[in-house]
Each structure stands twice: as structure tokens, then as C-alpha cells.
């Protein structure tokens, strides 16, 4: 089913892959996104959907060093989001905060509350907890996952513990568990680890190439959803790993990025370099809380947005208007849409 254009856009000045929900903003719907500008001072936008669901409106704009290649935002304080960022040479990642009095500035500056400086390698996301107020922050670079102590009272960020992920894995990404906070799902070229954070032991893999992005269903235990280059979407039960529980056609080029809805179940959007962002139904057939590897699923895309000219890297849920999500396209042109229209009808 393709879609004309129906979104609410907003348009940032540079190139641009990185959006993210504010979470902890429970009065409006908001995000946070993030260009990636060789050459340019680059900024990070607070951007606000209007009370009456008809503009994004800028409420804040602040100048950030280098390109920014990830960004999220604190669940339990909106003033707070982390960024990995580029110089070109080197990779780095820090915690910021908004200034309190932001919109009364011209130019306010962020403030660099801590420095995940421990990182050798490549450093590829910054993780927080999803389910609430935790003092912990995950960081995974090409070699090694960290467990950080964050206090941002103090300004300062401790390694607790970090491990290797091995010599044959190189890490690409990863996704906390929002049901359990000790595990963390970390993705390489050929496959997902798990890990105990108590130990920072792997406690399982998943044997799979080339996964671009993972997510988690925050609303059912165990189960994750993966984006691969050319092989679509996977849904996985974890506690089955030898092969997904159902899988989606995805794009038809990379599938970049996925995202499980926080409310509805068997929502899912993913995002991907053929400059088109899709809706789609994924759940057992029957509904059943325990899957098992013949357990029948209902797959179907939903709906096809592409008011788009160039690939999409950037999706994200509003977790306050779980029927609004925001994409963001290369060209650094945001789109803000309903899911209602498309919904299937119980």
C-alpha cells in the first residue's frame, strides 16, 4: 500500500541519520536529531509537535562538535541526551545537557556532563535503559562493551566493567533489554551476543550476517526484531535462536533500521536506503503468549511512506503518541506521520 504525502516535515540545515524520542518529556511530543556535517559546526535540534498536531516547532537549537553518528535520549530526564560523534579521524561519545533556560538564548551552549573516553576502537552506540530511571549506560565500539556509573548530579561517568567481544566479532550495534536490566544484546557481522551485565559474560548468540539494527518488543518478553542488509526483517524468540520466529520482506534495498511499537503489539516500522519507511503487522496467528517453532504468523505490510528523496537511516516511536513516529532522511528532512489511519482493525 503506498503513501503520498500526508506527514508534517521539518527540515534541518546539513545531512543528517540520527532521531531520537524524548522520552522523558511527558507534556509534548518531541525529538531530539542530529546532523553529520564535515565541514560545518554541527547541531543537535529539540524539535516539538504542536498541541494541535499540525507543525514541528524548533524549541531548541544547539551547536555540537563533529558528526554525529548516534544519538539518545535520557528516559528519565529530557534535558539529557548522549551523542557518538566523528572528527573524521576518531570516534568519541559524551553525555550532554540542555541548558535550563534554552529558549531564552540566542545560542545556548550544551554542557558536557561526561565523557565516555575509555573507548580504543570504534565507537558505534550509547545505550540507556529503557524502562526507567537506571544510573548505568552501555557503550559498544567495534571490540568491547562498557557498563558505565553515570552521575549526572556530579558530572561524571566511571567504567564499571567492560569485555571484549572477541576476535571474531566485529560489533556493530546493540539494544538493552527493557525487561531485564542486566541483559544486553550486542550484533556483529555474523551474528547477536547476549550478555549478563552482573558478569559481563555472554550468556547466548544467535547465529545471523549482516544485522544493520536490533530492537526489542517492549512489550513482550523475549522476543527481538532484527534489520540485515539484504535479508529483511527477523522476528526472533530468543529462548529458540536456531532460526526466527517469522521474517519480513523489508526493502528493496538495505533495510537500515527497525523499530518495535512501545503499545501496539505486532507493530513494527523499519527504514531503509530506498528512500521509504513501512508499517508492518507481525503476530502469532492465534495470539499465543508461548511460541514454538510451528506456531502460524500473521505478516503484512501495512503501509508505505515515501515522501522521501533519499535514504532514510533515522526512525523513531513518540513512547507519548504511540500511534506518531518521526523519520529522518539523509537529506536531513524530518517526517512526523500517524500510524492511526493504518491500524488493523480488532
Not at 14 to 37: E, M, N, P, W
Request: contains cysteine; proline residues 4%; glycine residues 6%.
Amino acid at each position: 500500500m503506498q503513501g503520498g504525502s500526508t506527514g508534517i516535515g521539518y527540515g534541518l540545515k546539513y545531512q543528517a541519520r540520527c532521531i531520537a524520542d524524548v522520552k522523558a518529556d511527558t507534556d509534548h511530543t518531541s525529538f531530539l536529531a542530529g546532523t553529520l556535517s564535515l565541514k560545518e559546526e554541527n547541531e543537535v535540534h529539540l524539535i516539538r509537535l504542536s498541541s494541535g498536531g499540525t507543525e514541528l516547532v524548533c524549541e531548541g537549537l544547539f551547536s555540537h562538535p563533529n558528526e554525529i553518528w548516534d544519538l539518545a535520549s535520557c528516559p528519565f530526564d529530557q534535558r539529557i541526551f548522549s551523542t557518538v560523534f566523528s572528527s573524521g579521524e576518531s570516534y568519541e561519545a559524551a553525555v550532554w545537557q540542555i541548558p535550563e533556560l534554552y529558549g531564552q538564548s540566542n545560542s545556548p551552549q550544551l554542557e558536557c556532563i561526561a565523557s565516555l573516553d575509555a573507548h580504543s576502537s570504534k565507537i558505534k552506540c550509547v545505550l540507556w535503559w529503557p524502562s526507567g530511571r537506571h544510573d548505568k549506560l552501555i557503550s559498544i565500539d567495534e571490540q568491547n562493551i562498557f557498563l558505565w556509573s553515570l552521575d549526572s548530579s556530579k558530572k561524571s561517568a566511571q567504567v564499571q566493567s567492560q569485555e571484549s567481544g572477541g576476535m571474531l566479532h566485529h560489533m556493530t550495534g546493540g539494544a538493552w533489554d527493557p525487561h531485564d536490566q542486566n541483559v544486553v544484546a550486542s550484533t556483529s557481522e555474523s551474528s547477536i551476543q547476549f550478555w549478563d551485565l552482573r558478569t559481563m559474560k555472554k550468556t547466548n548468540s544467535i547465529e545471523c550476517s549482516h544485522v544493520r539494527n536490533i530492537d526489542y518488543d517492549s512489550k513482550k518478553k523475549h522476543m527481538l526484531v532484527t534489520a540485515a542488509d539484504e535479508s529483511g526483517i527477523h522476528i526472533w524468540d530468543v529462548r529458540m535462536s536456531k532460526a526466527p520466529v517469522a521474517e519480513l520482506p523489508g526493502h528493496s534495498h538495505w533495510t537500515w533500521a527497525v523499530r518495535s511499537n512501545p503499545e501496539y503489539e505486532g507493530i513494527i516500522l523499519s527504514a531503509g536506503t530506498d528512500s521509504a519507511v513501512n508499517l508492518w503487522f507481525a503476530n502469532p496467528a492465534n495470539n499465543d503468549e508461548l511460541t514454538s517453532p510451528s506456531t502460524k504468523w500473521t505478516e503484512s505490510l501495512l503501509h508505505t511512506y515515501n515522501d522521501y528523496e533519499d535514504s532514510v537511516y533515522g526512525i523513531s516511536w513518540s513512547s507519548r503518541e504511540p500511534w506518531i513516529f518521526a523519520s529522518l532522511s539523509y537529506d536531513g528532512r524530518v517526517v512526523v506521520e500517524s500510524i492511526k489511519p493504518h491500524l488493523p482493525r480488532k
